[in-house]
């Protein structure tokens, strides 16, 4: 399977920038998942990979095989680059089966009837639509005709799988089901995964390493976990995570004690970072709700959800969000205790930039 290297590649429209010096490698058999807001690039990039869209600038090499290269005038259509598109809208036939709909990409690549036959019932069982091989697009369920786009895309072979928010038209139930499938598929078909989303929780649960976006520009190319734990900045530390990452603004003093919501306290090695302007950054689910906690709030408000309770917390004119586990619920204006246990991270306030992460001691 095939390794993607995109060197400078930039997009322009105009003068917007739509892609900006992006450097990036996509390891063989990975599932990347290309993450950020709307209008931050992603689609753009995958679109340019796939040679849907001409970058203004830079080279992209599939498989060692340079496919566009701006200096050199290199620009291999898609049909030379071996990759499959699965777009948000399925595009299935209307008037043919299942099974026509996977093998119309074969028989006009002259495939024979056996080999197409063959690859078909292949794919039918792979994907576990075999009962749906007679039935038209029409009789089928959204997660069902997904899953035939993707058969249907998968059936020549490709390289690299493309994948632009495949999911997004599904209800949530299906959405969760196809994750687990297509998961399920990225391992049996031994493939490159390249996927576009905004949906944060899609890139933590489905890639092997995520590429997250700011209009035009990478902010971090990490592990799912690596930048939830240890994000890069502000931004892709707000980005991942639902709840979002509690930011309170706050100084570094000179004594290297953080005055923050206040609150103070120490973190090992910020005192090296010398006096400054910077934001605490706190994961909900690392405040800890205890009647025995030194720190007091009042409850503020809960969302109960049965396997866990969202709680906003009010410490003085600080609002705090805390998440507590298992089906527990507070009422509201009641007084109780919390503290601070795992990592916090000290975000520059100017720059957004991670300057440390390390436990608070209050």
Same mark, same amino acid.
């Given at each position: ?30 599932f990347i ?12 990039t995958?679109?340019?990979i ?15 095989t340079?496919?566009?290269?701006a ?30 709909? !996977?093998?119309f ?8 009837k056996?080999?197409?036959?063959a690859?078909?019932?292949?794919l039918?069982? %792979? ?5 749906f091989?007679?039935?038209y ?12 786009a ?15 928010e ?13 994750r687990?499938e ?11 995964f390249?996927y576009?989303t905004h949906d944060?929780?899609?890139a933590m ?10 209009t035009?520009?990478?902010?971090q190319y ?9 994000p ?8 991942m995570?639902?709840?979002?990452m ?6 570094l003093?000179p ?6 919501g ?14 400054r302007?910077?934001?605490v ?5 690392y405040i800890? !709700? ?12 809960? %969302? ?5 309770t ?5 410490y ?7 998440v ?8 509201a ?5 919390f503290?601070?246990?795992k990592?916090?991270i ?6 957004g ?10």
């Open positions: 399977m095939p390794e993607i290297v995109l060197k400078n590649v930039s997009k322009r429209f105009g003068k917007f920038v739509a892609v900006d010096h992006l450097n990036l490698t996509i390891e063989s058999n990975a998942t290309l993450l950020g807001p709307s209008g931050c690039g992603k689609t753009t995958l679109r340019m796939a040679g849907l869209e001409t970058p203004t600038e830079g080279s992209i090499s599939i498989d060692g340079v496919v566009f290269d200096d050199r005038g290199i620009n291999l259509p898609p049909n030379k680059r071996d990759v499959g598109f699965l777009f948000q809208n399925y595009a299935l036939w209307p008037h043919m089966t299942v099974y026509q709909n !996977i093998a990409g074969l028989e006009n690549l002259k495939w024979s056996d080999r197409i036959a690859r078909v019932r292949e039918l069982s %792979l994907l576990r639509i075999e009962q091989e007679k039935r697009p029409s009789e089928l369920s959204g997660g069902q005709q997904q899953r035939v993707i058969a249907r895309t998968l059936a020549p072979g490709p390289k690299v799988l493309f994948m632009d495949p999911l997004s038209n599904l209800d949530a139930k299906l959405r969760m089901e196809m687990t297509l998961k399920r598929l990225h391992r049996d078909t031994d493939s490159t390249v576009v944060q929780l899609e649960t489905l890639s092997t390493r995520v590429c997250i976006m700011e035009g520009v990478l902010q990490a592990p799912p976990l690596e930048m939830y734990n240890n890069a900045n502000r931004f892709v530390a707000d980005f995570g639902n709840p979002t509690n930011f309170i603004d706050g100084e003093l004594d290297g004690v953080l005055s923050f206040g609150l103070r306290a120490r973190m090992k090695g910020a005192e090296a970072l010398g006096a302007k910077i934001v950054g706190i994961r909900p689910e800890h !709700i205890d009647a025995s906690a030194p720190l007091k709030a009042t409850v503020y408000s809960t %969302l109960p959800s049965g396997m866990e969202t709680v906003r917390l009010a003085g004119d600080t609002l705090l969000t805390a507590a586990f298992g089906d527990v619920d507070y009422p204006d009641s007084e109780v205790g503290s601070f246990h990592a916090a000290l975000f520059d306030q100017q720059t930039k991670n300057l440390l992460r390390a436990p608070l001691e209050i």
